[in-house]
């Protein structure tokens, strides 16, 4: 059982991958593999054909998909895995378990609820990591995404699901229900993220979503926007009743993916990870220490989401010192607990399971030229050049982009940050010495 959040390093888990003639609802279609610019969806190399940065590492998976339209640096035809089969899910948490990862926050997006195709997703995916979890005995937390909370659900349909999921699942039961759940402060935790992020519904939404999950019993933990103590661009509801809000959680985690980098070169407006340390994660602690709420740090490998937004940066992995820097600064502000973007993300290239090295990726060159469109802040495909004014608009060829995909730097193994989690894991529980330095892996 897992009484407490402290001690644990706990990543986020997506879960959201199908494929066609994987036996989903989706049908012919690749969810999170295909591009998200224009229907009918297409899962091809090109920029803004696809809508991956990594490519899965597939050798462990009993059940695979072939994606035919690509090509390994060998000639042969790559595979991927759908998350919608249990035994993709099961290796998963056996990953987890074998690494000394503590568990996962499942995460369930307002905008599946009451959509009966990826609610059967969502579903399948959470039945079958609820049985892994048992099975090898890692954390489970559910974690709600409030994205489309308003146009798509509403917040009495959000609440609902939350009470029939923990219901089902029986949060409350220890000793009938799921007894791998995360407690923390003697209660089950609940994760409610992208909280102020969405103009679709008010503060007032939000926490009374709050004040029925902790009247149904439960421990809350809250992500919010990065800047969410002296305000900014990314915190529309303003810093007054957000921090009422946060200050009725027990945990605290904001969303710190893309805001800094390694080493000042990606251009994140927070700047290098070690000024952005001394100049808002420091405050960000001493501020909820002030008011009893709890700090769960994110930290994330790297990031680059380029082949469905061409505009984005790539904040280098830098073999594993950039996620280590993170760990060893959040151990030694004090906290007691880490959150990890991502396991399976590698949509936006934050993923830290299994990902083919970057020697052994597909190609991500289509077969005939077409043009790149950013127009207003939207990009579209076109098959002939396109005229755009404006400011910062832009119409370039698919090659002069140069994007490819992301692999896991050669010098490395392709689980080389599973195991530099479980080191984090090793470190904030003092198993290890914490060092500045990553750890020395053993060959």
């Not at 979890?133 to 937390?141: F, L, N, T, V």
């Given at each position: 059982?897992?009484?407490?959040?402290?001690?644990?390093?706990?990543?986020?888990?997506?879960?959201?991958?199908?494929?066609?003639?994987?036996?989903?609802?989706?049908?012919?279609?690749?969810?999170?593999?295909?591009?998200?610019?224009?229907?009918?969806?297409?899962?091809?190399?090109?920029?803004?054909?696809?809508?991956?940065?990594?490519?899965?590492?597939?050798?462990?998976?009993?059940?695979?998909?072939?994606?035919?339209?690509?090509?390994?640096?060998?000639?042969?035809?790559?595979?991927?895995?759908?998350?919608?089969?249990?035994?993709?899910?099961?290796?998963?948490?056996?990953?987890?378990?074998?690494?000394?990862?503590?568990?996962?926050?499942?995460?369930?997006?307002?905008?599946?609820?009451?959509?009966?195709?990826?609610?059967?997703?969502?579903?399948?995916?959470?039945?079958?990591?609820?049985?892994?979890?048992?099975?090898?005995?890692?954390?489970?937390?559910?974690?709600?995404?409030?994205?489309?909370?308003?146009?798509?659900?509403?917040?009495?349909?959000?609440?609902?699901?939350?009470?029939?999921?923990?219901?089902?699942?029986?949060?409350?039961?220890?000793?009938?229900?799921?007894?791998?759940?995360?407690?923390?402060?003697?209660?089950?935790?609940?994760?409610?993220?992208?909280?102020?992020?969405?103009?679709?519904?008010?503060?007032?939404?939000?926490?009374?979503?709050?004040?029925?999950?902790?009247?149904?019993?439960?421990?809350?933990?809250?992500?919010?926007?990065?800047?969410?103590?002296?305000?900014?661009?990314?915190?529309?509801?303003?810093?007054?009743?957000?921090?009422?809000?946060?200050?009725?959680?027990?945990?605290?985690?904001?969303?710190?993916?893309?805001?800094?980098?390694?080493?000042?070169?990606?251009?994140?407006?927070?700047?290098?990870?070690?000024?952005?340390?001394?100049?808002?994660?420091?405050?960000?602690?001493?501020?909820?220490?002030?008011?009893?709420?709890?700090?769960?740090?994110?930290?994330?490998?790297?990031?680059?989401?380029?082949?469905?937004?061409?505009?984005?940066?790539?904040?280098?992995?830098?073999?594993?010192?950039?996620f280590w820097s993170q760990v060893h600064n959040s151990i030694e502000m004090g906290c007691k607990m880490i959150y990890v973007a991502m396991f399976d993300e590698i949509d936006e290239g934050t993923a830290i399971f299994k990902c083919l090295r970057q020697s052994e990726v597909p190609s991500n060159e289509f077969w005939s030229e077409y043009y790149v469109v950013f127009e207003n802040g939207t990009y579209r495909r076109s098959t002939t050049p396109v005229e755009v004014s404006g400011n910062g608009n832009w119409c370039k060829k698919a090659s002069e982009l140069g994007i490819t995909f992301t692999g896991i730097e050669d010098n490395l193994q392709s689980d080389h940050y599973l195991w530099l989690a479980g080191q984090a894991g090793k470190a904030i529980r003092k198993e290890i010495p914490l060092t500045a330095k990553q750890p020395a892996r053993q060959q």
């Open positions: 059982m897992y009484d407490s959040y402290h001690g644990l390093v706990m990543c986020g888990y997506q879960g959201w991958f199908a494929c066609n003639g994987d036996g989903s609802q989706y049908g012919p279609s690749w969810p999170h593999y295909s591009d998200k610019w224009a229907f009918p969806r297409i899962f091809q190399p090109g920029v803004g054909r696809n809508g991956i940065d990594m490519w899965p590492d597939v050798s462990e998976y009993k059940v695979t998909y072939e994606a035919s339209a690509f090509e390994l640096p060998d000639g042969t035809k790559p595979r991927i895995f759908s998350s919608y089969d249990e035994s993709s899910v099961n290796l998963h948490f056996k990953w987890m378990k074998e690494y000394g990862i503590s568990g996962v926050f499942m995460q369930r997006f307002a905008s599946q609820i009451e959509n009966p195709v990826a609610r059967e997703l969502s579903d399948k995916v959470l039945s079958s990591a609820m049985k892994a979890s048992d099975q090898y005995g890692r954390a489970i937390c559910m974690m709600y995404d409030l994205v489309g909370l308003g146009p798509e659900c509403t917040v009495d349909q959000l609440i609902e699901d939350i009470r029939n999921v923990s219901e089902q699942y029986g949060f409350f039961d220890r000793e009938t229900g799921h007894r791998y759940y995360l407690y923390h402060n003697g209660k089950p935790l609940i994760a409610l993220v992208s909280v102020d992020e969405n103009a679709n519904y008010t503060i007032a939404d939000a926490q009374r979503i709050v004040d029925t999950c902790q009247e149904m019993g439960f421990s809350i933990m809250i992500s919010c926007p990065t800047y969410w103590r002296e305000g900014g661009g990314d915190v529309p509801f303003g810093t007054a009743a957000l921090h009422e809000l946060i200050k009725d959680a027990d945990i605290l985690t904001p969303w710190y993916v893309g805001r800094y980098d390694w080493d000042g070169t990606a251009g994140a407006h927070g700047g290098k990870f070690s000024v952005f340390k001394e100049k808002v994660a420091k405050a960000d602690k001493a501020w909820l220490d002030t008011y009893g709420v709890e700090f769960a740090p994110l930290c994330f490998a790297g990031y680059s989401d380029r082949n469905m937004h061409p505009n984005s940066k790539v904040f280098k992995r830098a073999g594993g010192d950039f």
